[in-house]
Every structure is written in structure tokens, then in C-alpha cells.
């Protein structure tokens, strides 16, 4: 589904990745971690089409299109959905107006109709209840004055209703407390399904022990220095990122 | 005098013959005062502080007519379409003209309403309410021709302590007929002491292209413990002109509640004049301006907190694209007597495109010590972060701009009280946002 070759970027003239390779395969769960300015964040604004990155090296194919060719809403629309690690608030923006065009630009650009308001409000609360996100803040404005914990719920109910192929969560984990964490991880468990990826940004381990993943990869300055199944988020829970970046200096 | 306010000056002397002193001695002599008031004044100039940034060329280039215009005719179904939720009076003006065929019943205990016209064709002084009382017979050439060539509007008065509860609706609705014209609109409005109204004031263009001039003039008097909501709504079509002077005249414990809309007109000015006359009186205002290609938009206030505790809160946001102009002057003044005076003036504004233009000038004149006042302006972008966040959602920029232009609008579509022009006018906001694209 995504393949990423050799993807060199850099901020401002810094270099920020340094060459990461990565496959995923529909139905695969990928954890990505690593410490603070290793640029796991940075791999998940790029591959969502955040501006501000120049990328000066490699490829990111998604379903063999060449995703860095597409433009933000374009990657939305065929499937790429980035949960973030710091919602933006839009005062004045409804809540469910927000939801619903975002819904049907989807369908629309897809070729399909466009969901009834019926089929939506049915969707809608079903999905809420799911992420434990009172309605109440359905009908407010987005993100405004929601709490840490709220706006990754209203996360992750974008997600669902969105139905992405590719998921990329920018350390959802990050400001929630362990009921908020465990809600959140239940409702991405629920997106779990063979023609759906995953792709978890996270600093800390304790989220993997709610979304099991299938391989862990370890990020430090720009590069992927250590791959390999849940055990290894174990082993780093244990040892600390120091343990393997003085492995991979040496 | 120049060449164009002569052609005026003119008009206006041929109009009030015209009338053939039909009206009553004291309006004719008012009519004449004006027109004398007109020759001295003449058109606005930029030298003159409140019109600095606000040329009036291009109005006068536009070769208006004044004319004796009696009738106007529009069917009832084409009326249908623009009427919302049940009123409790409803005066529908085609062209500037009263259609009193298409209006609603407006008979109700405590209320009395009816056309300008009608009160200035009774010839009695005391049918036209005060008309002039707070205007004066005008402190600027446009409102000085307004009371010289007078042609209708509404005359509203809420008797001592009724409270009608419906909106009593202004619907002003032009046709291709009224295009190279100017229409005088005047309305006065009484609410005596304690009574409350909620005033709905709507301008509209059939057309597309229509081309002219509504001058419009507003009194307003709120009597002891008054309480008025306002609602205007101007959508008139991009090549209309529309200018009006809003007279509020609020009374000790009285509350005016006003929100305005300008979306049309080639030219739109609207400047409200409040003055208290008595203590714990308050004034809240909300405002909304758009400014599109070709487009000037002008917005004045002038509050005057001449008494002791008294509140004044005035909110005003404005959406600029394409090539659009605006202009916001807001000047409070806290005279020395008026201790424990509130007032708050904030003005936003959103620039969507690098030829718009701002012109904003808040000002607090403080000369009271004792008082809590504040001001503010902001002019500012989209921001990145939002509009990355949306099109990451699947919207294209446009729909993320429309989207995040109505958020910002929504604080002041919010307090519009009528849920349906909330709907409609951000149907209208989208609408005109949308066709700036296409040109």
C-alpha cells in the first residue's frame, strides 16, 4: 500500500529525515517511535502534504501513485487520514457541518453521492457514542474549548467517519490520561481491518499496549535505525532509546 | 458648488415644486432648509475627517436622477420567496415605494405603523413623529438631500409599555425600474417608555446589475426602559449604492440591540450615531461587512456617552477578497460628566486576498476618570495551520476558505435573532464569495 524509499527532508535548510525506507501492507498496524526531534512527526506531516518541508531525496509511493504529486485534499481523498497531535480549534466552525463536507468532498471526489442528512446523523451519534464524545460538542465549533482529551476524540471520530485507508496517528497518545487512552485506542481497534493500515506515531510505549502492532520501528535523527515486532517497544519501554542509539552509533 | 451638485440642487428645488405644498407648511419649509442646507454643504469631500477615506466620485460619475416617482409594481409571487418567519407588521417597498397590496396586515393593540408617505400626505406635523428630531435636517450633503427630496419609508411608533413580541419587517425589495435613480428613504421609529420591538430592516436587488442609490436616513428614539432589537440586513445587488445614517436615541435604563449586514452595493455606508439621555442606558452593536472585487464598504460609529453609567459594546468584522475596499471608523467619545461609563469597540478583519484594503481608525475620547473602556483592531489572514487542517479532511482550498470565512462571520450571522435570515445570510455570505471567484 506504502512504500517509502529513501525519503530525505529537511525545515528551514535542516535536515530532519535522512533517508527512511518503509513498506506497509494493507491490514498491517506499523508503530513508529523514537525520542523527541527524531522526526516521527515530521514523516507524518509529510506524508498527510503539510507545507513548510522540502523534500530532497527518495520516493513515497501509495497505491502506486506517487503520493508526494498529490495535493493535501487529494491525498485525503484517496484514503491518507492524519489523526494530529495538536487539533487545530476553528471558532465559529461547526462541529457536524465540518464532518458532514468533509464527508461528501470525499464521496464527491470518489464519484459517489453524497450521505443524506439522516444516514449522517445516524453515523454520527453511533460513532460519537463509540469515542465516549458528548454530543453536545457535536454541535459546537470545532475543537474550541474542547479539552486535551476531547479534541483526540473528535480525532478519532473524523477517522471513523472518514474511513480511511492509510491512518496516521501523530502521537494520539500525547496530554491523555489512561480512560481517554484507552477509549481512543478502543476506537481505533474498531478501524482495524485487512484493506486498512495503520500507522502510529508515538513517544511512549503504553499506547502499544492498547493498539498491538504488528512491527516497530525506531526513528532516531532521521533515519529508521531499528525495526521489529511488538517486543521491541518492550525492550525500549526497559532499556530507553540510549541503549539503541549508542548501538547504532558504534 | 460644483457642476454635479448643482444638477442636485436642482432636481431637489423642481422635486419639492413638484409636490405643490401638498404636505403641510412645517415639512415644506423643512424640505426647503435642506435643499438651502444641500447648496452650502455639497457633496463630501475628503477633506472633511469622517468621509478621508471615502471618495464619492465614483457615486456622483453614476449620473443618478432625483425623480417624482408615485407607483411601482411588483407581483405578489416574487414577494413570497423573500419572506421568512411571521411578523407581526410587515411594509414591503417596491422601488423605495410603499405597496401596501403586498405588505401584511399591520394592525395590532399598542402599534401603529405606516408609510412616510402617507404621514407627510396628512399635512399634520404630529403624524410624522419627530421626523428630523434627531437628524436634523442633515449634517452632510447626502443627508441634507435625503430631507429635501423625502420620498417614503416608515413610521413606527410602540406605545408606553407594549411589548411586541413578532419582528416588524422593512422589506425593501428593487426592480430594474429603479435602476439610474435615487431612492430617499426616511424611517422613524418611537418606542415610548418601556415598550420593546424587534425591528427587522432587509434591502434587496432583483437584479444582478441593478444600478442606484438608495439614500437612507434612520431615527430611532427609545424612551425610558425601551428595549429595541435591530436587524439589518443589506444585499443589494454589487453595483447598487447604498448609504445610511442610523439616529439612535437611547433613554435612561432603554436597550438597543442592533446587528448589521452589508454585503452589496458597488458603495455601501453605514454610520450609526448613538446618544444617551439618561443613565444605565446601554448599546449593543454587531457588524459584518463584505468587500469584494469593486466593492467599498464604510462603516461609522459615533457614540456619544454625554450621561453617567451608561454601556456601549460595539463588535464589527469584516471579510475582504478580490480587490475589495473597506473603511471602519469607530469613534467613541466619554464626555467629562459621564462617569462609570462602559464601552468596548473591537473591529476584525480578514483579508483573503493581497489587493484588499483596510482602512480602520477605532477611537476612545475619554474624558471622564472613572470608566472602563477598551479598544481594539485586528487585520489579519487565514491561518495555515486551520486551512492545512481542512484540506487534510478532504476540502479544497476554496471550500476550507468559504468555510473558515463563515466561522469567522458566525459571531456576528449568530446574532442575527432570526433563525431564518442566520440561514440565508450565510447562504448570501458563500454566494457572494463564491461568484468573486468566477470572475
Known sequence: MLSIKNLCASVDGKAILNGINLEVYAGEVHAIMGPNGSGKSTLAHILSGRDGYTVSDGEVHYFGQNLLDLETEE???????????????????????FLRESMNAI????????????????????????VKLDEKLLKRSVNAGFSGGEKKRNEILQMMMLEPQLAILDETDSGLDIDALRTVADGVNLLRSPDRALIVVTHYQRLLDYIEPDFVHVLASGRIIRSGGKELALEL???GYEWLQEGAAA | MNACASVFQQAATEYIDSLSNCEGEWLTEQRQAATQRFTELGFPHAGLETWRYTSVEGLLQQDFKITHRTQAFLQHEVIQQFLGEPVAARLVFVDGIYQPNLSGDTGQAGLSIGSLRAAMAAGERSALRGVGSLSGIGDHGFAALNMATLQDGAVIQVSTGVAIQQPIELLYVATKGLSGQVQHTRHRVVLEAGASANLVERYLSLDSESNYFNNLVCEISLGEGASLVHQRAQEESLKAYHLCDVHLDIQGDAHYQGVNAALGGAWSRTTFHARFGGEDANCELDGLYLAGEGQLTDFHLNVDHSVAHCESRENVKGILYGAGKAVFDGLIHVRE??????????????MLSRRAEVDTKPQLVILADDVKCSHGTTVGQLDDQALFYLRSRGLDKDQAKRLLSLGFASEIVDSFQSEYLRDHLREEIVKRMSYERQV
Open chain 1, 107 to 130: 464521496r464527491k471526489a470518489r464519484g459517489e453521492a453524497e450521505i443524506d442528512a439522516v444516514s449522517f446523523m445516524k453515523q454520527v451519534r453511533h460513532r460519537a457514542k463509540q
Open chain 1, 75 to 97: 491525498r485525503a481523498h484517496s484514503g491518507v487520514f492524519l489523526a494530529m497531535q495538536y487539533p487545530v480549534e476553528l471558532p465559529g466552525v461547526n462541529n457536524m457541518t
Open chain 1, 237 to 239: 519501554e526497559e532499556k
Open chain 2, 337 to 350: 460628566q459621564a462617569q462609570k461609563s462602559q464601552a468596548h469597540l473591537y473591529n476584525a478583519n480578514l
